[in-house]
């Protein structure tokens, strides 16, 4: 069945710093593929999203490429903010369902 | 616009017992979802609804949980004889209507935590 693996975490980094999470997936065709945050104390919220190959996906500074050759989407961003602080989970839209990655908790430090 | 609401925030219950848990979702959304999130499993996917009708309840992990969408808008997840591992995050989302790669919109969630 389809399924996606993220980075392990927790990260930790410091402020400015460049960061990647990595994401892998397996699945059945070319799915639509999502990063999702969740804010401490909050719910899920999109923040970037791909639906075909190549396509990249980009919000608040932070990108994702769709790559299907290594059926990667992993995320990145040029310089980290104390606010980015949350946890992120890579996932891919399988026949309606979203199948979720285990999330990697990053903390920006000052 | 209102995004998807959830309630109640938070549900303390005793093994046992019976909950039902509810979902408003998007206004004009006609697809509707529940995940649960807890510490072991991540994020798992439970049912999902088109309309009124279930057409994927493969996630439901026993026959105690149950659920219904009542036109094509609300939803409840019923929990029955609840267990202590029934502890997560209940988490509803809906999506509009057609094709593959809909975005999903998620709600706050519900914190249920079985005693």
């Known amino acids: 069945g389809d399924s996606v693996t993220q980075m392990e975490g927790p990260v930790t980094l410091s402020e400015e710093a460049c960061l990647t999470i990595?994401?892998?997936?397996?699945?059945?065709?070319?799915?639509?593929l999502f990063w999702y945050v969740q804010y401490p104390g909050e719910g899920l919220q999109l923040l970037l999203k791909?639906?075909?190959?190549?396509d990249k996906g980009s919000n608040k500074g932070f990108e994702a490429t769709y790559r299907k050759e290594t059926t990667s989407f992993h995320l990145e961003k040029g310089s980290v903010q104390v606010s980015d602080s949350a946890v992120y989970f890579c996932?891919?839209?399988?026949?309606?369902?979203?199948?979720f990655g285990q999330g990697t908790r990053l903390t920006i430090n000052p | 616009g209102a995004g998807v609401s959830q309630s109640p925030s938070n549900k303390v219950t005793e093994k046992g017992k019976d909950v039902e848990l509810r979902c408003d979702p998007i206004?004009?959304?006609?697809?509707l979802y529940w995940y649960r999130q807890s510490l072991g499993q991540g994020l798992e996917f439970l049912i999902y609804?088109?309309?009124?009708?279930?057409?994927?309840k493969s996630g439901l992990p026993s026959d105690r949980f149950s659920a219904e969408r009542t036109g094509g808008s609300v939803s409840t997840l019923t929990i029955q004889r609840t267990q202590q591992e029934d502890s997560a995050v209940y988490l509803c989302?809906?999506?509009?209507?057609?094709?593959?790669?809909?975005?999903?919109?998620f709600g706050p969630g519900t914190r249920l935590l079985v005693l």
């Open positions: 989302a809906s999506s509009g209507p057609g094709q593959q790669g809909e975005t999903q919109y």
């Open positions: 791909a639906t075909k190959a190549d």
């Open positions: 996932a891919l839209q399988g026949a309606q369902k979203l199948v």
């Open positions: 206004s004009g959304h006609t697809a």
């Open positions: 609804f088109q309309g009124n009708s279930a057409p994927d």
């Open positions: 990595n994401c892998t997936y397996t699945a059945t065709g070319y799915p639509s």
